[in-house]
């Protein structure tokens, strides 16, 4: 009875939460169509947390795409992971100049 519950509820609150994110970042179409450049992945023309939660939705397979994915890969290795949303957080926190 336990894994059950447990089997449905993860999922659901990962659901939940992912929608939240996505709906606060405008990624669901509400975002401006242009990219300020590497780091913002959801065309917003900043770059901040909400590209960097996208960046780690995207690498566990939560959602299907980025709306400025050819912006997504930070460090130029040609993946899209982990790697790229953590220098995101450091750049938007001002911890390295720039990013790509």
């Known amino acids: 009875m336990h894994t059950l519950r447990l089997a449905i509820a993860?999922?659901?609150a990962g659901a939940i939460?992912?929608?939240a994110i996505l709906g606060a970042s405008g990624y669901a179409g509400t975002a401006s169509a242009h990219s300020i450049g590497i780091g913002d992945v959801n065309c917003s023309e900043e770059i901040d947390s909400i590209d960097?939660?996208?960046i780690l939705?995207?690498?566990a397979g939560l959602i299907s795409t980025l709306e400025c994915i050819d912006d997504a890969d930070t460090n130029g290795d040609t993946y899209i992971n982990s790697i790229d949303s953590?220098?995101?957080l450091q750049f938007s926190a001002g911890?390295?100049?720039s990013l790509g």
Do not use: F, K, V
Request: without cysteine; charged residues 5%.
């Open 17 to 19: 939460l992912a929608g």
């Open 86 to 88: 953590s220098l995101i």
């Open 57 to 59: 939705q995207y690498g």
């Open 95 to 97: 911890l390295i100049d």
């Open 10 to 12: 993860l999922p659901l």
């Open 52 to 54: 960097s939660s996208l």
